[in-house]
């Protein structure tokens, strides 16, 4: 089930009804709980298993780390939690990948082997709740928190549908303690978290879908040659569409918790007007990164143990980020630029440690940070390194025989989409859309949220899945 679907606002209802009901405490979450797993399971029933093993696996393995008193047992438990929920990811998400490169391998050093017939369907959203059962275990080996005290708060942490497939990857710290008290949404909460909810509809189905996707599929997915027009305003029409679509998703999951009481983690903030790369990732994905320099980063030396072991770590982190969002080397690619970037912008700072930009110098910056960032979507986009090759010498201006591909039309929408988008981030980039949106007079207010509830009806389609949803 998509949030940009008839069957959601429906399903949504319901719940939302149950969840006001008079009901006992337990009785609510066990509502929750069965409609996440129904959420779920509109997908894929059988998929549901997944959930019920990673559950019940983290929750006893971390029990038992409480308990065991000897630093090998307790790292036998927290190593069966690792193997068991990166064995899924691992089975599911990278089989395909290791026998299609262990074959290319074998060609290599002269032995002909043909892998095996790969049907196995990737269970969506694995990546998201794979991360967040892992941090609970993790978290509770570390000494870092306790494991929660009742299994259906776990579980209910586990599958909580407004963020169960695409984020925010959400921390058991951050939620569990939510779901020991009684909550409904107050009146203030209900509103706001229908705005987000709007807001988040309206990036999705009308700006990422309806606008943006069209002209980046005309450059990515056809066999023509883009010019240098052609290959940046697709590339730029991408870089606004996977915003407005991973954005989107995350800005109505948090609305739809707020709706029911809960408080969720941004997940973007304004991450086109980020000034280097470093605060680029302090905006974009937040709940991605944070957990990647946890659990990845700073176990990996951090900063801690000099330039040399900080670029090691910063490039591997990058990396593996790389491949968690999907089993392609040109994945790894778009990672292993934002590990460069990284490190260069770090290695920046130690030589020009005493200068203070100014205002247009900083906005240059952004604008630099910006143009780079979309040079690493090429690879993110494109399905192929070939493909990717050939956007970047169209980019460059280098595919003179280019005949045109987009329509003035896709054109003009997607520099002013994308104009009107980058504008919105630099005027946000100090600001909060909460302290914005209390500022804003009532009736303008819902002016512009009736015209985005408008263009999102007259823009309903075939409720499209989110981007992310295949990661």
């Known amino acids: 089930m998509v949030f940009n679907s008839l069957a959601f606002m429906a399903f949504f209802a319901i719940v939302l009804v149950l969840h006001s009901m008079p009901f006992g405490w337990t009785t609510r979450k066990v509502n929750l709980l069965v409609a996440s797993y129904l959420f779920y399971a509109a997908w894929n029933p059988p998929f549901v298993v997944l959930l019920w093993i990673s559950t019940v696996v983290d929750w006893f393995a971390a029990q038992k780390l409480v308990h065991a008193d000897k630093p090998l047992v307790r790292r036998g438990w927290m190593l069966l939690s690792v193997i068991a929920n990166l064995g899924m990811l691992g089975y599911f998400k990278y089989g395909h990948f290791l026998l299609e490169n262990f074959s290319v391998a074998m060609t290599a050093i002269g032995v002909h082997y043909v892998p095996p017939a790969w049907d196995i369907v990737l269970p969506v959203g694995i990546s998201f709740y794979t991360f967040a059962t892992l941090s609970y275990t993790l978290d509770v080996y570390l000494r870092r928190a306790m494991p929660a005290r009742k299994f259906l708060d776990y579980a209910l942490f586990v599958t909580f549908f407004p963020h169960l497939v695409a984020g925010p990857i959400m921390r058991p710290t951050e939620l569990v303690p939510q779901f020991e008290q009684p909550r409904r949404a107050s009146g203030n909460q209900l509103r706001f978290g229908l705005v987000l909810m709007t807001l988040g509809l309206f990036q999705k189905i009308v700006l990422a879908d309806g606008f943006l996707a069209k002209a980046a599929e005309m450059v990515y997915d056809s066999g023509k040659l ?11 029409a991408f870089s606004g569409q996977i915003f407005c679509d991973f ?3 995350s800005t109505t999951a948090i609305g739809a918790a ?3 009481g809960f408080a969720m983690p941004d997940n973007f903030r304004f991450p086109y007007a980020a000034i280097g790369f470093s605060d680029f990732w302090r905006r974009w994905h937040i709940t991605l990164s944070s957990w990647l320099r946890d659990y990845l980063y700073i176990p990996l030396g951090g900063n801690r143990h000099g330039a040399a072991r900080t670029y090691l770590a910063l490039m591997t982190t990058m990396l ?16 292993g630029l934002h590990g460069l970037y990284l490190s260069g912008e770090r290695l920046l700072r130690r030589y020009f440690a005493g200068y203070r930009p100014g205002p247009l110098a900083l906005f240059a910056f952004g604008m ?6 979309n040079v690493t979507w090429v690879f993110f986009r494109a399905h192929t390194f070939g493909k990717a090759w050939i956007v970047l010498r169209g980019m460059a201006g280098g595919n003179a025989a280019a005949a045109p591909i987009l329509p003035t039309v896709y054109l003009v929408t997607t520099a002013l989409i994308v104009g009107a988008l980058v504008t919105a981030h630099w005027l946000m980039r100090e600001r909060t859309l909460e302290s914005v949106l209390e500022r804003t007079p009532a009736m303008s207010l819902s002016a512009a949220l009736g015209v985005m509830v408008f263009l999102i009806v007259i823009a309903q389609g075939a409720g499209n899945a989110f981007i992310y949803f295949q990661f």
Do not use: E
Request: aromatic content about 20%; overall charge negative; charged content about 5%.
């Open 258 to 260: 707020m709706c029911m």
């Open 320 to 335: 593996l980020g790389g491949l968690w969002h999907g089993a392609n080397w040109t994945f790894v690619a778009w990672g």
């Open 368 to 373: 630099l940070t910006y143009v780079l960032v």
């Open 247 to 249: 954005a989107g998703y």
């Open 226 to 236: 883009p010019g240098a027009l052609d290959a940046w305003f697709g590339t730029l």
